[in-house]
């Protein structure tokens, strides 16, 4: 029986591999078995550790021959072992945290529950719901139940169940209702790790309705208390130099503080948070059009720090200021802004169309008729872009007044205007510019990159209390290998250069017994000499200077090119035979293997 289960675990794992390989409808069978493949595995390195700890180990004890070289062998493996299991020194995963939110476990048991008319279809092919929504959906008395709130990844996963009109109409339905109150979009729960996520600080009257909202049981009562608890920790930070221009607005001010150049916020701290501390707040100016006028005073106040500018440092400024951005563009924006993109129809739409009998269904819903800017409106931002004085706000204001904005268009301007780049930055770029072209003196770099580093410094300390500020849920999700981690170190400055070591003294020992071995006895041997030779000079900057002299029309008797020609022609067309023969032997062994004849791979052994 000891050689008769693995014999039969063998052959029957090998049978489901090869059906889910060319069956579609077992392909979860043999993902099934894949990871139990990988269960198998784990558990053979487990006990190949064990067994190196032993043999080594009984060595080092017994003082025998080479003792010495186990015990660095049972030192090194413990440390690698211990690095890469403790991921000691590696930052957490990005991608399985949650900055800037405070979570708490919670019951999926413990969610508002909301239902609509509707039942789960079955597939032919028995496959369950998706993951992201088994803890929180079932079918109850012709209803659909769901506990939580359902998001959009979940709704796309729903879609991808089935197809058909009806199914997508009741998520549809029930993604309307299985939502929290608008006072409470914030909230966030994810059933596949039972955590409960508010993002930010959370203010007496956001408890207050969250609490009222999901009730008053003494588990909920419990994470709702640790979530306020932790939405109100204090995070400080000793900063630096302080934009003058920086605001808190009074909305702010009970999670954001500023005393003694000591930065204090309260909770966690959001990405929109962080920008605005590290840009919106500080009222940098952005880059706004220069006129001609503005430039030479600003190439003159540049020129007033060191030399003027030389010829080719003067073209480059007019080449940067050129592309700057321009009224045209932003009026281009704005009218593309205007233009509508056809909506489409919802899935209950097309659900009932359907079951009125129509079966020529279209999706799209005409767009209405584009909103342009009239005359007047460009003649508004024409006027905006020359007046550095008004404000994107006045501008929105005047082209109201003016005429028909649509909310798009309002969306498109200030995303317009996030994208602009400070006057800082601006001048940074243009020192890198001037530089290239030429040379500047100390103050003139000073006068054109002081402000945009003074901006990048408040940025790397708010990013420090970004960091700092967030609980950090799963320590060990970073990458054991990460840069700086020990595990890296060791592989790095240890295991490297030991390796490169030695593949380079086999590379003398290669050449060596190449030396000898390649004897031009016959033909083949001949043949083979000659190869190794041009292959190994071709790589060789003497093999590409010995025949440099060859003209052009006859490079192909090149060295570097003969090491070309040979190595994709037929080296390629060897590999190739070699693989297919490797292919052959593996599938006829596997084969043994499958139906019992080769039985090596259990031992020596009698049955």
Same mark, same amino acid.
């Given at each position: ?9 063998t ?10 390989f ?7 069978? !043999? ?5 139990? %493949? ?6 053979? *390195?487990?006990?190949?550790? !064990? ?6 180990? $009984? $060595? ?6 080479g ?61 369950p ?47 309307q ?11 966030? &729960? ?40 932790r ?86 400024w ?44 279209? $999706?799209?819903?005409?767009?209405s ?29 005047? +082209? ?13 301007i ?8 400070? *006057? ?46 967030h609980?950090?849920?799963y ?27 030695t ?5 003398? &020992? ?10 031009? $006895? ?31 029309? %006859? ?35 596997s +084969? ?5 004849i ?10």
């Amino acid at each position: 029986m000891k050689r008769t289960v693995p014999l039969l675990i063998t052959a029957i794992s090998g049978l489901i591999l090869i059906a889910a390989f060319f069956i579609p409808a077992t392909q979860s069978w !043999g993902e099934r078995a894949a990871v139990w %493949f990988d269960i198998l595995a784990s558990i053979a *390195f487990i006990l190949g550790g !064990g067994n190196l700890l032993k043999l080594h180990l $009984k $060595k080092v004890s017994d003082k025998g021959e080479g003792w010495g070289y186990s015990g660095i062998t049972v030192l090194a493996f413990i440390a690698t072992l211990l690095f890469g299991l403790t991921k000691f020194g590696s930052r957490p995963a990005p991608d399985a945290e949650s900055y800037g939110d405070s979570a708490v476990f919670f019951p999926v048991e413990e969610l508002p529950e909301y239902r609509v008319d509707g039942t789960i279809p079955i597939r032919p092919d028995h496959e369950p719901l998706p993951a992201s929504v088994r803890r929180q959906l079932r079918e109850e008395n012709g209803q659909l139940v769901f506990k939580g709130w359902l998001r959009r990844n979940q709704r796309s996963d729903l879609y991808s169940y089935d197809e058909t009109l009806a199914w997508k109409c009741a998520v549809d339905t029930l993604m309307q209702k299985a939502k929290p109150p608008e006072r409470l979009e914030m909230l966030d &729960y994810r059933a596949d790790q039972h955590v409960l996520l508010v993002p930010g600080f959370i203010s007496s009257e956001v408890e207050s309705e969250i609490r009222s909202f999901l009730g008053d049981s003494p588990p909920v009562k419990q994470a709702i208390d640790q979530l306020v608890k932790r939405s109100r920790e204090p995070h400080s930070l000793m900063v630096g130099d302080v934009p003058q221009s920086l605001s808190i607005p009074e909305d702010a001010k009970d999670y954001v503080s500023l005393e003694n150049k000591v930065l204090m916020i309260k909770g966690p701290m959001t990405i929109g948070l962080r920008e605005s501390l590290a840009k919106d707040w500080c009222d940098f100016p952005i880059l706004r059009p220069l006129s001609q006028e503005a430039r030479l005073e600003f190439q003159a106040e540049l020129e007033s720090q060191g030399a003027p500018l030389s010829k080719a440092q003067q073209a480059a400024w007019d080449r940067l200021f050129t592309a700057q951005w321009n009224a045209s563009q932003l009026i281009s924006v704005i009218n593309t802004a205007g233009i509508e993109v056809p909506g489409e129809k919802t899935a209950c739409q097309l659900n009932d169309e359907f079951i009125a009998g129509e079966r020529f269904l279209d $999706k799209e819903i005409p767009a209405s008729a584009p909103t342009k800017l009239n005359a007047k409106q460009e003649q508004v931002v024409q006027a905006f872009v020359e007046s550095p004085a008004q404000s994107f706000e006045e501008m929105i204001e005047n +082209l109201s007044s003016a005429g028909e904005v649509s909310a798009g268009q309002q969306i498109a301007i200030d995303e317009f205007r996030q994208k602009l780049p400070t *006057f800082a930055a601006f001048k940074k770029d243009l020192a890198f510019e001037l530089l290239r072209a030429g040379a500047l003196t100390r103050k003139q770099q000073a006068f054109l990159v002081t402000e945009a580093a003074e901006q990048f410094i408040w940025a790397q300390q708010i990013g420090r209390l970004f960091i700092a500020s967030h609980h950090v849920r799963y320590p060990w999700s970073g990458d054991y290998s990460e840069q700086g981690s020990p595990f890296w170190w060791t592989y790095e400055y240890i295991f490297q250069p030991l390796l490169t070591t030695t593949f380079a003294m086999l590379a003398f &020992y290669v050449a060596s017994a190449a030396f000898r071995a390649f004897r031009a $006895k016959n033909l083949e041997a001949t043949l083979l000499l000659g190869t190794a030779f041009i292959i190994l000079l071709g790589r060789t900057f003497a093999g590409a200077y010995l025949t440099g002299w060859i003209p052009d029309e %006859f490079s192909a008797f090149k060295i570097d090119q003969l090491t070309i020609y040979i190595m994709s022609i037929f080296n390629t067309a060897g590999n190739r035979a070699i693989m297919i023969g490797i292919a052959l032997g593996i599938a006829s062994t596997s +084969l043994k293997v499958l139906l019992g004849i080769d039985r090596s791979y259990l031992g020596s052994g009698d049955d």
